[in-house]
């Protein structure tokens, strides 16, 4: 099993920066890769951003290229997502999910640990 636990979220105001964290606890030796989503009230939850876990490989949603970055420590088995320049419609509930390696090795891109969420909230 694997326990993930967001952090960073808050409530802040249009153009501020937030820097989102989330440590992994228990089997870490099975992630594969760590992935970062958001769910907007009334909206689907999306993808925002993800990465390898020993390669560092980077993949993030054309809509937050430019202002969100995803990194890793693996040495503290942690996270992070930094968010520049923050718009209203980045207010959701954001979350980290973990890729075990059987699915990432067949490239399955199923994330089946999850944290219980961070909340951000951008006012304009």
């Known amino acids: 099993q694997l326990q993930l636990v967001e952090s960073g979220g808050g409530l802040v105001q249009a153009g501020d920066s937030l820097r989102l964290s989330c440590p992994a606890s228990g ?57 520049n320049r923050l718009k209203p419609e980045d207010t959701a509930v954001y979350y980290c999910a973990a890729e075990d390696l059987d699915s990432g090795r067949f490239g399955r891109a199923d994330f089946t640990s999850w944290g219980q969420g961070t909340q951000v909230a951008v006012s304009s």
């Open 27 to 83: 089997r870490t030796s099975r992630i594969y890769s760590m992935a970062w989503f958001r769910q907007a009230p009334g909206k689907e939850r999306e993808i925002v951003a993800s990465i390898v876990w020993s390669g560092g490989g980077t993949y993030y949603a054309d809509s937050v290229k430019e202002r969100f970055t995803i990194s890793r420590r693996n040495a503290q088995n942690t996270v992070y997502l930094q968010i």
